[in-house]
């Protein structure tokens, strides 16, 4: 099964003319705003395509850093999110911009998002590759989307099924297990 090419959702070149124009308004905003300096903050493991396609084609100065988050679904409180990797540096008084792969329920954004408002940057943005709207169980507060999605399982673009098809240049749909 897993050897097997899954099925095209959203093609590479959807993908591409996407990350495109996210790119050109994600750095017109930042203009406009008088933002010397963004920091994208990606998400491991999952956004680093999406992040890598995106900061090349950014025009305003751009840094980046990664986090990486842990799901617990068991325990006395399913869903709840930590962070296993921290940023390098402080970034207070920093344009931040997450850059995360999907909004599945969007436990992980709402908790990324509370976590680094709190160090108090300059600005806090959140954008994300996909979501699936009809999961989504917190409110998140999204910025700039790549596209959104049916309920289905997808890979490819960074997107894993337990850690395969993650370098597809295309976004696929595997059956569910
Ligand atoms: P959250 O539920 O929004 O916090 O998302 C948790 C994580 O679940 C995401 O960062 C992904 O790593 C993973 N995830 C959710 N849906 C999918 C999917 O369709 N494909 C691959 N990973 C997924």
Same mark, same amino acid.
């Given at each position: 099964m897993q050897r097997d090419l899954p099925a095209v959702l959203i093609p590479e070149a959807t993908i591409q003319a996407r990350v495109q124009a996210l790119a050109r308004e994600i750095s017109a905003d930042y203009r406009d705003a008088g933002a010397e300096e963004v920091l994208l903050v990606g998400v491991l493991r999952g956004a680093f395509i999406f992040l890598a396609d995106l900061s090349r084609r950014m025009t305003v100065p751009r840094r980046v850093d990664f986090v990486m988050c842990s799901t617990y679904?068991?325990?006395?409180?399913?869903?709840s999110v930590t962070l296993v990797m921290d940023l /390098?540096?402080?970034?207070?008084?920093t344009h931040i911009l997450i850059v995360e792969d999907i909004v599945d329920t969007g436990r992980t954004l709402q908790f990324l998002t509370k976590a680094l408002a709190a160090r108090g940057p300059a600005s806090l943005k959140t954008c994300a590759f996909v979501r699936k709207p009809d999961r989504v169980q917190v409110p998140v507060p999204l910025d700039y989307l790549g596209f959104d999605l049916p309920d289905v399982w997808v890979v490819g673009y960074g997107l894993d099924c337990g850690d395969f098809h /993650?370098?597809?240049p295309y976004l696929g749909t595997v059956p569910t297990h």
């Open positions: 679904g068991g325990g006395t409180e399913p869903g /390098r540096s402080d970034v207070r008084g /993650r370098t597809l």
